[in-house]
């Protein structure tokens, strides 16, 4: 656990200091209330609290709390750091501190402990056992296994819960059972395992619950939340209203209790305290085979007997428990009664049946509930031999007092006076211990010994216990009344026994026949004996004794009567005790409203003014003297401000000042011990004005002190600022001077003066040419210019960068492009720096063909089927003589060119021969470049293209030419002008004109061109 102090803790007062707002938010330790004989003033100080939001306070170290029933920020992570490894009455009154001091404790003195939780039916019992058992989760040291411990001890109370707990008229999650748990410290204080047992299980629940109540929520949560291959295995359906020990309480459905998430929480705890799934499969059976008992009906025969005639539930419940249906039937309508060697049965009544019934139930579910907590120890066991203490929580019943009491408040009063018995007198021996090792004369106190009380219960052969035993056990026809007549029998003259033969005329109307009532330490209860013999029936025992043990639960020691009680008090006394006493604040669990009378009631039940009067019996405050004279020291002169003698005799001289007198306290030796609560409140409210005399000249002190420490303090970090500055400036000076010496040399080798220099302009141009690199190896210009001593290294980057370029973008481009770029390459070496258009048509990629083969007419590929078409393109011919425009294709094959007219083949240029007919042919395209690429690529003559400037002139017929004339216009046209000359208008037509030698570009403006061409 960490040990680790809290800082501060701030908005939190110490005990004394809750002495200074007494007024507003009480005492928080009632054995400093000065009336602490008066109830009134008990419940006072305890409604003065709660309003405040404070729920705990202090009886000594007893924590009482008040359920506040609602949400209080008070247990955090951070709330829980506060509180470790504090002082107990150093921290206001809280839970984690009376686990934390008991944790402590245990370690600096190596013995066991246990923490009593106790109180009413909805009084917070099961949520302080959990919020202690969560701060020794969160406080102890963390690793995977003691984790995995943490974890199984902490899902064990959902499991326990949803077994043994159920809702009440008073808590919609009661707890039906009473728990007792240690948890296992090793020497280094790691909690490393646990081990529960239970006590006073509420059996009778399972078959009987009162109007508003429910039975235990297991049922609900298998019948509500169980898989529906689940419930079918065990013969149930989805419906609580199908079982009879289910729908007695009418409200089998509660808003405030959601089952089905419920039995998620269940299934998902199993796991993790490891159970396997045929221990699950056969716990659930177990239960499910309860909801079906419940269900066998009985009928009477002729006789009066009880009869089975419908034993469908019954063959469930021996399918279920692994019994023989025979054996099940006989021995809920028979009883078998042992005579020597001889047996006899004797056949039961309808009613006898139902009892019987319901005590199977009743012991099924009983010894069930012990397997589980047995399984659930041995998940949490930890066997290693090595040396540990414990910390034990019980959380049991309170003292009840009901309209009916029956059995069960029999058992949890008479656990209750145990429990009182043994409280008082391990707080009667702590209170002596404490007198005789300081050195105090130990005066007795006059208290209520309820040893009387228990021994009516318990004394062997005279007892209540004995006398039910020996009527459950004695042959011939136990009842109810024999075993009241035989109470009275024997114990008729005791003062704290009555029943309605034993009292008077007044008591006897309070009283009926079948009534007992007992004198209490916290009061009368009266008891009705109605159903007690019957709660020791054990008539069944005997005939399914060997099936049950030895089929369901393996245990064949097991006494099914209730005796859970035994060996409790052992336990208890072998360990020092810690207590918490949970009240209720009211009935209808509202926020903030305090019950007077309700909370008085369970004052006196639980016994907290016996336990005040036993604590307040001497001396009311204890305190050692370093501590008090640490905080009183300023009302005397000889200790203020430095006491430098002996603590003790320091807080002789003060308390001698202060003038008490000699039976107001005593000099222990350790401690101070004050008879009176008023004594210290006198004490502390003249602390307080001294504090506030003094707080006025100490101000005064304290500004002179903290201008000179100021100033002090400036002067000092001035001149390391000074230091400072005047090293980082001589650095400076340094480093710059070194910097223009290297600018000075750096056109010079390499020297002392310039080495560091030149290394950073080295450094300082890589850099920038890394973030600054070409992209593309069309960029010839962003390469940065390096200084004269990289220009070498910086030609061989650039290099190696282009190569780097190049590789990534041949391996990058497909055949496609390859293709592309073999015939871009062709047209630069024809065009480039020859035609002005050429730059902007690179980024036109050439296409394949420009008329598809389904365009052509089907004629023409007839006529040229033994030619492959390289390419083909629409033109405009013109003739040579007027110069008509007409529409053609341009086909290239891998011989020839030819000019179509739809289905006729006009002209044909082989690439062999000339023009078929004379003259040269002049034809308009939009394609120039890839026109003539493609021309130069089939008839292999690149050379033939020729890119001259000014007109064009071009043969008509042999003897006669003709001349193409350029010129730019805003509309594009083409005519025969009235020189003769063909007339070009335009700024973007391509005339193509082959002639018969030669290929001729003529440039008149921009993108117009001409073209001759003939021989190709």
């Not at 000179?708 to 500055?725: D, H, L, M, P, Y």
């Not at 739809?902 to 007919?917: D, G, M, R, S, Y």
């Amino acid at each position: 656990m960490q040990g680790h102090k809290a800082q501060g803790a701030q908005g939190q007062l110490d005990m004394e200091g809750a002495l200074t707002a007494r007024d507003r938010v009480g005492i928080q330790d009632f054995v400093l209330l000065d009336t602490h004989t008066s109830e009134t003033a008990f419940l006072g100080n305890l409604k003065k609290r709660f309003s405040e939001d404070l729920i705990y306070t202090y009886i000594g170290t007893l924590l009482v709390s008040v359920n506040p029933y609602k949400e209080l920020d008070i247990y955090s992570k951070k709330q829980m750091d506060i509180y470790m490894g504090v002082n107990f009455f150093e921290l206001p009154p809280h839970i984690y501190a009376l686990a934390d001091n008991a944790y402590h404790t245990m370690m600096a003195e190596a013995n066991n402990h246990f923490i009593l939780i106790s109180g009413e039916s909805g009084a917070g019992k099961t949520e302080a056992s959990k919020k202690i058992l969560q701060y020794y989760a969160v406080s102890c040291p963390s690793t995977t296994l003691l984790d995995s411990v943490r974890d199984r001890m902490l899902v064990s109370n959902p499991v326990l819960e949803a077994f043994g707990n159920a809702k009440t008229l008073k808590n919609d999650n009661s707890s039906r059972f009473g728990k007792y748990m240690d948890i296992q410290f090793d020497i280094q204080g790691d909690a490393v395992g646990g081990h529960i047992l239970s006590y006073l299980l509420e059996k009778s629940r399972v078959v009987h619950q009162n109007h508003g109540e429910r039975n235990f929520h297991i049922f609900y949560q298998l019948v509500e939340g169980g898989e529906e291959d689940l419930l079918h295995q065990l013969g149930l359906e989805s419906n609580c209203q199908h079982y009879s020990y289910l729908v007695q309480d009418e409200c089998a459905n509660v808003t405030s209790i959601n089952d089905k998430n419920d039995w998620k929480t269940v299934r998902n705890a199993l796991s993790v305290i490891d159970f396997d799934e045929s221990d699950i499969q056969h716990l659930f059976g177990i239960i499910a085979s309860v909801l079906h008992l419940g269900n066998v009906q009985f009928e009477a025969d002729s006789k009066g007997y009880a009869t089975l005639n419908k034993n469908t539930e019954l063959r469930w419940v021996s399918t279920l428990l692994g019994i023989n249906v025979q054996v099940l039937q006989e021995g809920l309508t028979y009883r078998k009664i042992e005579a020597k060697t001889d047996e006899v049965l004797s056949p039961f009544t309808v009613d006898h049946a139902i009892y019987a019934r319901n005590a199977l139930a009743k012991a099924i579910y009983g010894r069930t509930f012990t397997w589980l907590v047995n399984k659930i120890n041995d998940s949490m066991e930890n066997k290693e031999p090595s040396r540990k203490t414990v910390i034990g929580l019980l959380d049991i019943y309170g003292f009840e007092v009901f309209y009916v009491n029956s059995f069960e408040q029999f058992c949890i009063n008479y656990c209750n006076e145990k429990l009182q018995q043994l409280f008082i007198q391990l707080t009667l021996k702590s209170e002596q211990e404490e007198y005789e090792a300081e050195g105090i004369g130990w005066e007795p106190v006059q208290f209520f010994n309820n040893k009387i009380i228990c021994d009516l219960v318990e004394e062997k052969h005279r007892g209540i216990i004995s006398v039910l035993d020996e009527e459950c056990l004695r042959p011939g026809e136990a009842t109810d009344f024999t075993f009241l007549e035989k109470l009275e029998e024997k114990m008729g003259s005791h003062p704290h026994f009555i029943t309605h033969k034993l009292s008077d005329k007044k008591i006897r109307k309070t009283l009926d026949r079948g009534d007992f009532r007992l004198l209490h330490y916290a009061g009368e209860v009266t008891y009705c004996v109605v159903g007690k013999v019957s709660h020791g029936l054990s008539l069944l025992w005997s005939i399914i004794h060997v099936y049950l043990t030895d089929k369901l639960l393996g245990d064949s020691t097991t006494d099914p009567r209730p005796s859970s009680l035994l060996g409790l008090t052992d336990i208890l006394m072998s360990k020092e005790p810690w207590y918490v006493r949970c009240l209720k604040s009211n009935e209808s669990k509202q926020p903030g409203r305090f019950d007077d009378v309700l909370v008085r009631h369970q004052v006196k039940y639980l016994g907290l003014m016996e336990h005040l009067r036993v604590r307040r019996a001497g001396f009311a405050y204890r305190r050692r003297y370093e501590l008090f004279l640490q905080r009183y020291k300023p009302l005397c002169p000889a200790t203020w401000p430095h006491w430098r003698g002996v603590a003790a005799e320091g807080v002789e001289v003060l308390v001698q000042h202060l003038g008490y007198l000699p039976d107001e306290y005593k000099m222990g030796r350790t401690k101070i011990f004050i008879r009176h609560p008023r004594t210290l409140f006198a004490t502390e409210d003249a602390f307080e004005v001294c504090k506030h005399k003094l707080g006025k000249g100490m101000k005064a002190k304290r500004n002179q002190e903290i201008l000179f420490i100021s100033t002090k303090i400036e002067t000092c970090w001035r001149g390391v600022q000074a230091r400072k500055e005047k090293e980082r400036r001589q650095w400076a000076v340094k480093v710059i001077k070194k910097f223009i010496k290297g600018y000075m040399t750096r056109g010079e080798a390499k020297t002392t003066d310039n080495s560091e220099y030149l290394a950073f302009v080295r450094q300082n141009y890589l850099n920038r040419l890394k973030d600054n690199l070409p992209k593309t190896v069309l960029d010839k210009i962003s390469w940065l210019t390096p200084p004269p001593v990289l220009t070498e290294a910086s030609a061989i980057l650039r290099q190696l960068h282009m190569r780097v370029m190049v590789t990534r973008y041949v391996r990058g481009i497909t055949a496609q492009q390859k293709a592309q770029l073999q015939l871009k390459g062709i047209t630069s070496v024809i065009f480039k720096d020859k035609k002005d258009s050429y730059p902007q048509s690179v980024s036109q990629p050439f296409v394949d063909t420009r008329i598809s083969e389904q365009d052509i007419n089907m004629k023409v590929l007839q006529m040229i089927r033994h030619e492959r078409i390289k390419y083909s393109v629409p033109v405009v011919k013109y003739d040579r003589n007027g110069f008509k425009p007409r529409p053609r294709q341009l086909i290239l094959t891998q011989t020839a060119a030819y000019v179509v007219d739809e289905a006729k083949i006009k002209q044909k240029v082989h690439a062999l021969h000339a023009l078929e007919h004379g003259g040269d042919l002049v034809i308009q395209c939009d394609h120039l470049f890839e026109v003539l690429t493609k021309l130069s690529v089939v008839a292999n003559k690149q050379s033939a293209i020729n890119v001259v400037q000014g007109s064009i002139s071009f043969q008509i017929q042999a003897g006669k030419e003709g001349i193409v004339d350029f010129s730019s216009g805003q509309e594009s046209m083409v005519y025969k002008d009235k020189n003769g000359h063909l007339m070009v208008v335009s700024n973007a037509i391509a005339a193509v004109l082959f002639q018969s030698h030669s290929v001729e570009v003529h440039i008149k403006h921009k993108n117009i061109t001409c073209l001759t061409a003939l021989g190709l």
